[in-house]
């Protein structure tokens, strides 16, 4: 990624590595209290909802340094998301909410954030999207070529969340999902290393490679973006796949029960269908056919 869009190397790494979830903001907030020590920063920002974002605010505000957020307002309303719990947290912590979109801006409102805090500032996914569009559509080509694959001939699938990875039956039902599609179309699935963990562990691996579904490493995020561009419909439980398929007008299956991007679903390109197999197979091959 950092070579991809020729980004310096950081000048400080904590390297925190994996862990739980406790542990992972731990030692987070210990790295970052001795930088913000070093640096002696005016403002700290931090984007999304990770681990990294929470643990940001927490030491920014016990260290009296202002705390600003990007992709702030972002809510799916479900608690037992740890994404929606470091969202939550980081908008209540922060001075500069800076809200991708006026939907985003008005759960601020409600959660009372003052208005002087709020900033619309349209989202950095769909800048980078706009800004490399023509590349990554470049490395599609060359993948498809790869891969023996003709545009729009092809499903792509992307897992890796913890709600559906961690649970044997959810990652049993998209599975059984994947599988059943794959009788009828090209499915293809670069694999999270996280997801292949538990495939391998729940024994649900064989199933996979046994079938037609085209397994395939992670992909640098050029590629990833060009074989999104070039499929006919994205199966994901991404929050950044709904968008950047949004941004290329690619009809989005979503494996939850909810979304942080209700924009997309408003807009018609996005449908949040849950996990059961074959309830994610009829929609799938409800949008392949309003695309025929």
């Given at each position: 990624?950092?070579?991809?869009?020729?980004?310096?190397?950081?000048?400080?790494?904590?390297?925190?590595?994996?862990?739980?979830?406790?542990?992972?903001?731990?030692?987070?907030?210990?790295?970052?209290?001795?930088?913000?020590?070093?640096?002696?920063?005016?403002?700290?920002?931090?984007?999304?909802?990770?681990?990294?974002?929470?643990?940001?605010?927490?030491?920014?505000?016990?260290?009296?340094?202002?705390?600003?957020?990007?992709?702030?307002g972002l809510r799916s309303w479900d608690r037992t998301m740890p994404e929606e719990v470091n969202r939550i947290v980081a908008d209540a912590l922060a001075e500069l909410h800076f809200a991708p979109t006026e939907l985003a801006a008005v759960n601020l409102?409600?959660?009372?954030?003052?208005?002087?805090?709020?900033?619309?500032?349209?989202?950095?996914?769909?800048?980078?999207?706009?800004?490399?569009?023509?590349?990554?559509?470049?490395?599609?080509?060359?993948?498809?070529?790869?891969?023996?694959?003709?545009?729009?001939?092809?499903?792509?699938?992307?897992?890796?969340?913890?709600?559906?990875?961690?649970?044997?039956?959810?990652?049993?039902?998209?599975?059984?999902?994947?599988?059943?599609?794959?009788?009828?179309?090209?499915?293809?699935?670069?694999?999270?290393?996280?997801?292949?963990?538990?495939?391998?562990?729940?024994?649900?691996?064989?199933?996979?490679?046994?079938?037609?579904?085209?397994?395939?490493?992670?992909?640098?995020?050029?590629?990833?973006?060009?074989?999104?561009?070039?499929?006919?419909?994205?199966?994901?439980?991404?929050?950044?796949?709904?968008?950047?398929?949004?941004?290329?007008?690619?009809?989005?299956?979503?494996?939850?029960?909810?979304?942080?991007?209700?924009?997309?679903?408003?807009?018609?390109?996005?449908?949040?269908?849950?996990?059961?197999?074959?309830?994610?197979?009829?929609?799938?091959?409800?949008?392949?056919?309003?695309?025929?």
């Open positions: 990624f950092f070579e991809q869009f020729g980004l310096r190397e950081p000048h400080i790494d904590l390297d925190v590595k994996s862990g739980s979830h406790a542990e992972q903001t731990a030692r987070i907030m210990v790295g970052l209290e001795k930088a913000i020590d070093s640096y002696r920063p005016s403002v700290v920002v931090a984007l999304g909802d990770t681990n990294t974002v929470v643990a940001a605010a927490l030491t920014s505000v016990k260290k009296f340094v202002p705390f600003a957020h990007i992709e702030a409102m409600h959660e009372g954030i003052p208005l002087r805090k709020i900033h619309v500032t349209g989202n950095t996914i769909v800048d980078v999207v706009y800004k490399y569009r023509d590349r990554a559509e470049a490395e599609g080509e060359n993948l498809l070529n790869e891969l023996g694959l003709e545009e729009r001939s092809f499903i792509l699938v992307t897992v890796h969340r913890q709600e559906n990875t961690d649970s044997f039956e959810r990652l049993q039902n998209i599975v059984k999902a994947l599988v059943t599609l794959s009788k009828r179309l090209t499915v293809v699935f670069p694999v999270h290393p996280r997801t292949m963990s538990r495939l391998r562990e729940f024994n649900l691996l064989e199933a996979l490679q046994s079938s037609g579904v085209r397994l395939l490493k992670p992909l640098g995020y050029f590629q990833f973006l060009g074989l999104l561009s070039k499929s006919l419909v994205v199966l994901t439980d991404s929050g950044g796949v709904q968008e950047e398929a949004c941004t290329l007008r690619i009809p989005t299956i979503t494996l939850r029960y909810n979304t942080e991007r209700p924009e997309t679903v408003l807009i018609g390109i996005n449908r949040v269908v849950g996990v059961e197999w074959q309830r994610v197979v009829n929609e799938t091959i409800k949008v392949v056919e309003l695309r025929d």
